[in-house]
């Protein structure tokens, strides 16, 4: 899946599969208030989006990288 592609909120389900990882761990991640998850958006009555932008920031927040020049 492109992000380029993407519109700017996504539902729960299209996020997961641009991250690669289940639907219930975004869920877990909502549910629990974990601060280690991704933003997420409420609108109205509990309609969840994520906003693409930010979710591409925070999964490359998440990115560990090794060798020269690593923090």
Do not use: C
Request: overall charge positive; hydrophobic content about 35%.
């Amino acid at each position: 899946m492109q992000p380029d592609n993407l519109p700017l909120y996504i539902d729960t389900q299209t996020a997961a599969n641009l991250l690669g990882i289940s639907r219930s761990s975004l869920e877990k991640y909502r549910h629990f208030h974990d601060r280690k998850g991704p933003p997420f958006v409420v609108f109205g009555r509990g309609a969840i989006r994520y906003h693409t932008p930010s979710l591409l920031e925070w999964a490359e927040g998440r990115t560990v990288r090794f060798g020269a020049g690593a923090a």
